[in-house]
């Protein structure tokens, strides 16, 4: 499946998440984000961050430990992320779709 | 063919054991994080996991649960419900799952939505302040249904 941001032909899963690492950028983080109706704040780009690296030392993820991260509550998470936040959050972040139930 | 995404699950928790509870709270959690609304609906002995003074001492039923794996006699035996209460909640803790008091937090963070079943609210003479704050109202079946409407809503029961 294949998808295009900037212009540029992106291979993507099913659920539309980057398949190749090296294809993200911040630019395309925000294309990403736009193409969902999420303008990127100061905010969301620190959470993008914080789970770019956790993931990149193979950490799994769940919304309950974002909300234990210090950056956001579960409650503000939901709000920058609307519609499934950690399911979005990584979407942007370049990330698989979580394989946790939590 | 594309199925039209659910969008609205209601789930009635009739039980206040551990695994019944857990079983509903991950559902509604799962919901949440997919995009999908999610009410929880509390009725007969479920009330419990949302009583204040219930709430932190549910336990894993050891009689008459052929998944133990142990006969019912010895499920009846002192300790077993707190041995086998205990060894769930290791179980889940491993995996991440918060304990019953913190889990309703997260899912009111969340936007899950609490409804207390009216019946059962009177048979145990509950008043609101027994209730744990984040229950929305306490409501007859008929109301419930109300809630439960819409396009692509479904209703679970555990």
């Given at each position: 499946m294949q998808k295009t941001y900037l212009g540029k032909q992106l291979e993507v899963d099913e659920n539309g998440?980057?398949?190749?690492?090296?294809?993200?950028?911040k630019e395309i983080a925000s294309a990403i984000a736009k193409d969902m109706g999420i303008e990127l704040t100061d905010k969301h780009w620190e959470l993008i961050e914080y789970l770019r690296k956790e993931a990149e030392n193979n950490e799994s993820m769940s919304i309950r430990k974002v909300g234990k991260s210090?950056?956001?509550?579960i409650k503000e998470f939901y709000n920058l992320f609307p519609r499934g936040p950690l399911k979005n959050a990584s979407k942007i972040a370049g990330l698989p779709k979580p394989e946790s139930c939590l | 063919m594309e199925q039209p995404p659910i969008k609205k699950i209601s789930i009635i928790l009739s039980k206040a054991t551990i695994e019944n509870a857990y079983a509903a709270m991950i559902m509604a959690h799962g919901a949440r994080s997919e995009g999908i609304e999610a009410n929880l609906f509390f009725t007969f002995f479920g009330l419990e996991v949302i009583t204040k003074d219930k709430l932190k001492d549910l336990r894993v039923?050891?009689?008459?649960?052929?998944?133990?794996?142990?006969?019912s006699l010895v499920g009846i035996l002192p300790g077993m419900q707190a041995l086998g209460t205990k060894m769930m909640k290791k179980q889940m803790e491993k995996l991440d799952v918060p304990d019953i008091d913190e889990f309703l937090e997260m899912l009111d963070a969340e936007g899950v939505k609490f409804y207390a079943c009216k019946m059962t609210y009177d048979m145990f003479n509950l008043?609101?302040?027994?209730?744990?704050?984040?229950?929305s109202d306490v409501v007859t079946v008929g109301n419930f249904y109300q809630l439960a409407g819409g396009d692509n809503s479904e209703i679970v029961f555990v």
């Open positions: 998440h980057l398949v190749n690492p090296e294809d993200w950028s210090g950056i956001v509550t | 039923a050891t009689v008459g649960n052929p998944a133990m794996h142990i006969p008043q609101k302040e027994d209730l744990w704050e984040g229950v």
